[in-house]
Nanobody
């Protein structure tokens, strides 16, 4: 299971931290991460990681602004989002799959991802 939280309304330039509590996944086998979706478009990968965030993937549009991290003692991953822009407005979803990096990077469709949490809305607006 995946349980996401932390979305909200923030002004451009502001920050938010999303959290995703996971259960039933061995991060030695699964990768876990964040996707986002705006109405009428497919979900796109934002950032994904395995056991360590050191080899995390980031979409070009968020590099240098977003950071994925984890606290495995709490079975939680985080997405720290800084310098938010209006184009970051979307529903953000936590996801897990053994081949998540392929979907995260756009090499495979997000429709092939096995496990999804519920979305949390992020709105960046003045």
């Amino acid at each position: 299971q995946l349980q996401a939280s932390g979305g909200g309304l923030v002004q451009p330039g502001g920050s938010l931290r999303l959290s995703c509590v996971y259960s039933g996944f061995d991060l030695g086998e699964y990768a876990i991460g964040w996707f986002r979706q705006v109405p009428g478009k497919e979900r796109e990968g934002v950032s994904c990681m395995g056991v360590s965030a050191r080899s995390a993937y980031y979409a070009d549009s968020v590099k240098g602004r977003f950071t994925i991290s984890s606290d495995h003692t709490k079975n939680t991953i985080y997405l720290q989002m800084n310098n938010l822009k209006p184009e970051d407005t979307a529903a953000y979803y936590c996801a897990a799959d053994v081949a998540l990096y392929y979907s995260c990077s756009g090499q495979d469709s997000s429709s092939n991802v096995a496990f999804w949490g519920q979305g949390t809305q992020v709105t960046v607006s003045s």
